[in-house]
């Protein structure tokens, strides 16, 4: 009882665990933010039902994802691996043989059965605090697994939003052709009354070709768009039909930033390296306490008989204790703490990082989304204009005041302003789509519910 009382005692003085600041600056608020609230499925904000399929196909048969996966499955056995320590080895052994003749051998069959248990008391916590590493090694295994998830569900908005906008250019650049095409053929009638120089034929002919150029390009784009689509998804490219819509959606209003500390709280990366810090914490622990005594104890049980039938007749049992402490490692133990402490500094600033990109990822998306709005809003004055200059030039034209060059240039520049706009309205989603990623959170999935036992653990430790 007096021993029981002392392990219980030793016990209570499990090490606890520590808590963490970030090792950064109090943050202010961010620069700018909206009043819709961000959801964790943030690509239902779009209302792309097409989208929304995408998004529940990968999150199933994404090949990456599955791996994470199964990466979680092995943190899970880890933890499970390392839990057993706190639990006493039970070994059976059983051995024969048999002597002959009997007459010449003391003996005959001789027979042993035995069964030992052999138990760790577990005075400093030592073997407590390895559990816990495993455990949060298993949490920042989870987050790692929502982390891949939460990228690659930006993956798949981005990639769907440049298929279309692909198909967008593709047909632009289908009308621009007609529209240039429409243009040889009226100045085919003039050159024939002998009021165009043929050269202006063959510099219409070349912006012909320049589109037909950009309609290959755009071809290219939307074939490979949905083969990268495909692989996300986790479809062979050739088994793989998708058609993608003629427009983007409309942008959805601008979502609430919140509080940084709100987002620390949030991400699912952060709240990895938060526990790949705790983890090295508790593995530290480990490391303090494997300079302290240990204490182990040892119950064997067994029998031995020379005839089988006797085997069960005489049982002997034995009680051991057994007690080590370190006393001349040559400073290894201690090279050991100093090892883990390391660790554990590289985790508390690897903590910090991730904070700050975080943050960084917001304000980058909030003024790339800002800008290229303004530049969008440039842009199409820029078109208007080129289409006034084209009207104008144009009659001057008519009047013989210009030569056809000066109108091919501004056609040519009123065409490419027209794919720009459709590029820098692609930008702008990407934008808003980063800012999507940057603010989520964790979002449910169907294997989310496996390590609620793991945070009961946690919690009771």
């Known amino acids: 009882m007096c021993l029981l009382a002392v392990s219980l005692f030793f016990l209570k003085c499990s090490p606890k665990i520590t808590t963490y600041d970030p090792p950064i600056e109090e943050p202010q608020d ?18 792309d039902p097409e989208l929304n399929r995408l998004m529940d196909s990968s999150f199933s048969h994404n090949m990456n994802l599955i791996r994470i996966w199964y990466q979680l499955q092995e943190a899970r056995s880890m933890r499970k ?12 052994s059983a051995r024969t043989a048999i002597s002959r003749p009997q007459p010449d051998f003391a003996g005959g069959e001789n027979t042993q059965i035995g069964v030992s248990a052999n138990y760790e008391i577990d005075l400093w916590g030592r073997i407590r605090a390895g559990v816990q590493a495993e455990d949060f090694r298993l949490q920042a295994s989870y987050f790692d697994y929502q982390t891949a998830a939460m990228t ?38 003039r050159f024939g009354s002998d009021q165009i120089k043929g050269v202006d034929i063959l510099r219409q002919q070349q912006l012909v070709e320049e589109a037909k150029n950009q309609k290959l390009i755009y071809e290219t784009d939307l074939a490979m768009l949905k083969n990268q689509l495909a692989v996300l998804t986790g479809v062979p490219p050739q088994n793989f039909s998708i058609t993608a819509q003629d427009s983007l959606p409309s942008l959805p209003s601008h979502p609430q930033t919140g509080l940084p500390l709100e987002l620390v709280r949030r991400r699912p990366d952060i709240k990895r390296a938060y526990n790949e810090l705790l983890a090295a914490d508790r593995d530290m622990a480990v490391a303090v306490r494997n300079k302290f005594p240990r204490l182990s104890f040892n119950l064997s049980g ?35 703490v100093d090892r883990a402490e390391a660790v554990k500094n590289q985790q508390l600033y690897n903590y910090g990082q991730s904070i700050l990109v975080a943050f960084q990822e917001v304000e980058n998306a ?17 078109i208007t204009m080129a289409k006034n200059v084209q009207k104008q030039l144009q009659i001057e034209y008519i009047n013989g005041f210009i030569e056809y060059l000066d ?7 009123q065409q490419r302003l027209e794919r720009e706009k459709i590029q820098l309205q692609q930008q702008l989603f990407e934008s808003r789509i980063a800012l999507y990623r940057a603010l989520a959170g964790n979002f449910d999935l169907d294997y989310e519910n496996e390590t609620q036992a ?8």
């Open 407 to 413: 109108i091919l240039i501004s056609l040519d520049e």
């Open 152 to 189: 690659l569900s930006s993956q798949i908005a981005t990639t769907w939003f440049q298929l279309i906008t692909a198909k967008k250019q593709l047909n632009l650049a289908q009308e621009q052709i007609a529209v240039n095409e429409k243009i040889i053929k009226l100045i085919k009638v």
């Open 30 to 47: 961010f620069s700018a933010s909206g009043k819709d609230s961000v959801s964790n499925r943030w690509w239902e904000a779009f209302d």
């Open 302 to 336: 067994q029998t031995r008989s020379n005839t089988y039938p006797e085997l069960f007749n005489d049982w002997a049992y034995t009680l051991g204790a057994n007690l080590v402490a370190p006393l001349l490692y040559w400073g290894r133990l201690r090279a050991e």
């Open 366 to 382: 909030l003024v790339q989304e800002k800008k290229q709005a303004e530049r969008l809003t440039v842009i199409d004055k820029r």
């Open 81 to 92: 691996i390392q839990s057993t320590f706190l639990l006493p080895d039970i070994e059976g």
């Open 454 to 461: 793991v945070n009961q653990n946690i919690n009771e430790q």
